[in-house]
């Protein structure tokens, strides 16, 4: 809620003004924000589309839009593109930051992009897991005689019958994003999950939180995981032994375990079984972190490195030491206390 709030407070509120509208308070914009997402699709439109770069393109979409109130409009189509390309420039700076790549013009001119949006006619077809029809996209216009426009697609080969609904698949959803975003749930859902998420926002409530912060982004550590509800009917752990042919979480135990100063924490006969990625427990180990353990994995980090920091220690190196100082019992029982809170 508070995310909403700073929202409405630094977007909405100048875009209501934009609008000439009055008397719109939050609880309205609250009500809006509901009302699109549950009925939003994630629409894949061409880059120049989206973020126009020319003239040329303005001309383009205007006569697909056939807009004549918005085209006629040049400083609000202005005024439009240019924050439009804000949000384009900013965007591809942060992507540099993160990824260390730099987007050209050339390389992003014939890229989709997926866009959240309202498609009038198919934003009334509802959720089924046997959807009577697909929705589909009209690049070339060769169709519905308008690019990029979507039509409906019956999944049926024979005539679609008269006062049947039209239902659409919103995707492979569990019952917990079914809920959360469209408001149902399915019983028996076949893609049902449990999502467990640690809120990155709790982590600066919490003691230690700088130097659990550090650790956690050099550990790669992942604050949530999905499971499908089938994996818990044995509880923590899976009925039987992985598969011969899934080594991966075998390999990570083995890397791990190879790797340990005292050798007097065992890796637990439990490790290959339990259900839960190794990536969140990880994180749940360091958020469970007392601060003597803390102090103890600089210890044995300096130990590693040399105390002059001769090079950084590897992310499977600051998870072995994470390990052999707090082994599991912290992060099971915040793992407990996460599942209780749901």
């Given at each position: 809620m508070?995310?909403?709030?700073s929202f409405?407070s630094l977007r909405g509120q100048?875009c209501?003004a934009q609008l000439n509208?009055?008397?719109?308070s939050?609880?309205?914009f609250l009500?809006?924000?509901?009302?699109?997402w549950?009925?939003a699709?994630?629409i894949?439109?061409?880059?120049?589309?989206?973020?126009?770069q020319?003239?040329e393109d303005l001309?383009k979409?205007?006569?697909?839009?056939?807009?004549?109130?918005l085209?006629?409009?040049h400083?609000?189509?202005g005024?439009l593109?240019?924050g439009?390309n804000?949000?384009?420039n900013?965007a591809?700076?942060?992507?540099?930051?993160?990824?260390?790549?730099?987007?050209t013009?050339t390389?992003?001119q014939?890229e989709?992009?997926?866009?959240e949006g309202?498609?009038?006619?198919?934003?009334?077809?509802?959720h089924d897991?046997?959807?009577?029809a697909?929705?589909?996209?009209d690049?070339t216009?060769?169709i519905?005689?308008v690019?990029?426009?979507?039509?409906?697609l019956?999944?049926?080969?024979s005539?679609?019958?008269?006062?049947k609904?039209?239902?659409?698949s919103?995707?492979?959803?569990?019952?917990?994003e079914?809920?959360?975003l469209?408001g149902?749930?399915?019983?028996?859902n076949p893609?049902d999950?449990?999502m467990i998420?640690?809120?990155a926002e709790?982590i600066?409530?919490i003691p230690?939180?700088?130097s659990k912060?550090l650790?956690?982004?050099?550990q790669?550590?992942?604050?949530?995981?999905?499971l499908?509800?089938s994996?818990?009917?044995?509880g923590f752990?899976?009925?039987?032994h992985?598969?011969d042919?899934?080594n991966d979480?075998?390999l990570?135990?083995?890397?791990?375990?190879s790797?340990?100063w005292s050798?007097?924490?065992?890796?637990?006969?439990?490790?290959?079984?339990?259900?839960?990625p190794?990536?969140?427990l990880t994180?749940?180990?360091?958020?469970a972190?007392?601060e003597?353990?803390i102090?103890?994995?600089s210890s044995?980090?300096?130990?590693?490195?040399?105390?002059?920091g001769e090079?950084?220690?590897s992310?499977a190196?600051?998870?072995?030491a994470?390990?052999?100082t707090c082994?599991?019992?912290?992060a099971?029982?915040l793992?407990?206390?996460l599942?209780q809170?749901?």
């Amino acid at each position: 809620m508070e995310a909403m709030m700073s929202f409405w407070s630094l977007r909405g509120q100048h875009c209501i003004a934009q609008l000439n509208c009055s008397e719109v308070s939050f609880e309205d914009f609250l009500w809006a924000n509901s009302i699109f997402w549950t009925r939003a699709l994630n629409i894949p439109l061409p880059h120049s589309y989206v973020f126009p770069q020319n003239q040329e393109d303005l001309n383009k979409y205007d006569s697909i839009n056939n807009s004549a109130e918005l085209s006629n409009d040049h400083n609000s189509r202005g005024e439009l593109i240019n924050g439009l390309n804000d949000i384009k420039n900013e965007a591809q700076r942060v992507n540099s930051q993160v990824n260390g790549a730099t987007s050209t013009l050339t390389s992003t001119q014939g890229e989709t992009l997926w866009i959240e949006g309202l498609v009038p006619g198919i934003d009334f077809c509802n959720h089924d897991l046997k959807a009577a029809a697909t929705w589909e996209v009209d690049g070339t216009g060769l169709i519905t005689g308008v690019p990029f426009s979507m039509y409906l697609l019956s999944v049926e080969r024979s005539s679609f019958h008269s006062e049947k609904e039209i239902s659409i698949s919103y995707g492979n959803k569990g019952n917990e994003e079914l809920l959360y975003l469209y408001g149902f749930v399915i019983d028996n859902n076949p893609d049902d999950y449990l999502m467990i998420h640690y809120p990155a926002e709790a982590i600066h409530s919490i003691p230690l939180s700088d130097s659990k912060a550090l650790l956690l982004e050099e550990q790669k550590a992942q604050l949530r995981c999905l499971l499908p509800k089938s994996l818990l009917e044995h509880g923590f752990f899976a009925a039987g032994h992985p598969k011969d042919g899934n080594n991966d979480n075998k390999l990570e135990v083995d890397r791990i375990s190879s790797f340990s100063w005292s050798g007097q924490r065992r890796m637990p006969s439990y490790l290959n079984k339990l259900v839960f990625p190794e990536n969140f427990l990880t994180a749940l180990r360091t958020i469970a972190m007392q601060e003597d353990e803390i102090s103890k994995v600089s210890s044995l980090l300096e130990e590693l490195v040399g105390s002059g920091g001769e090079r950084q220690p590897s992310d499977a190196e600051v998870r072995a030491a994470v390990w052999e100082t707090c082994g599991d019992s912290g992060a099971l029982q915040l793992l407990v206390d996460l599942l209780q809170a749901k």
